[in-house]
């Protein structure tokens, strides 16, 4: 069983940066695909961000070129640097583990105001 624990999430203004992450147990770490979803309140959750196990990184459109993922192999960790954040990045995060199965995070919150 795999456990994920997010931290790093808050409030932030507009145009600001911040960085979460998520640290991973009971898996097999480095040949896992890592990555992140993220939920606003009536929305369905989205996903963001993942890292293959080769370091193949990929983005959705929406946060391209602002946000940045990053996995540490050696400490189980994966990471999400934000920048420029926007009201409509304000959201719940949670990383996910997927290799055999999917796993999830419970998440934290960014919040960034209007």
């Known amino acids: 069983q795999v456990q994920l624990v997010e931290s790093g999430g808050g409030l932030v203004q507009p145009g600001g940066s911040l960085g979460l992450s998520c640290a991973a147990s009971?898996?097999?770490?480095?040949?896992?695909?890592l990555g992140w979803y993220r939920q606003s309140p009536g929305k369905e959750r989205e996903w963001v961000t993942s890292t293959g196990p080769y370091g193949r990184t990929m983005y959705a459109d929406s946060v391209k070129g602002r946000f940045t993922i990053s996995r540490d192999n050696a400490k189980n960790t994966v990471s999400l640097q934000m920048n420029s954040l926007r009201p409509e990045d304000k959201a719940v995060y949670y990383c996910?583990?997927?290799?055999?199965?999917?796993?999830w995070g419970r998440g934290t919150q960014v919040t960034v105001p209007s």
């Open positions: 996910y583990y997927r290799r055999d199965a999917q796993y």
């Open positions: 009971g898996g097999v770490f480095s040949p896992a695909t």
